[in-house]
């Protein structure tokens, strides 16, 4: 069993920075390919990046683009999600989750991932 923990998440006015972060058990954590995903009030859970396992292929959401940056650390079994200049249309529940695949491709699907961490909130404000 790998459980993903997110923490970091908090208020922060428009324009401001935040740096979440995701911790998951297990001794393989170099071998997962990993995502961030948000869910705002009344909205579907979306895609906002991914990292796979071999660090080789990074994605983000167009939305997010040029302001988010997903990194990880495979020595902390952890993956960062740095969020600059965030607006009020960021605030969401932030997700991570975890692929045990190793294939390398539709990592911005939810479908793709075998573990969900429980989220962290983000709220923005204006």
């Known amino acids: 069993q790998v459980q993903p923990v997110e923490s970091g998440g908090g208020l922060v006015q428009a324009g401001g920075s935040l740096r979440l972060s995701c911790e998951a058990s297990?001794?393989?954590?170099?071998?997962?390919?990993m995502g961030w995903f948000r869910q705002a009030p009344g909205k579907e859970r979306e895609f906002v990046a991914a990292?796979?396992?071999?660090?080789?292929?990074?994605y983000y959401a167009d939305s997010v683009k040029g302001r988010f940056t997903i990194s990880r650390d495979n020595a902390r079994n952890t993956v960062y999600l740095q969020m600059n200049s965030l607006k009020p249309e960021d605030t969401a529940v932030y997700y991570c989750?975890?692929?045990?695949?190793?294939?390398?491709?539709?990592?911005?699907?939810?479908?793709?991932?075998?573990?969900w961490g429980q989220g962290t909130q983000v709220t923005v404000s204006s």
């Open positions: 989750a975890l692929d045990l695949s190793r294939l390398e491709y539709d990592l911005g699907q939810s479908r793709k991932y075998d573990y």
């Open positions: 990292i796979s396992w071999s660090g080789h292929n990074i």
């Open positions: 297990g001794r393989t954590f170099s071998s997962y390919s």
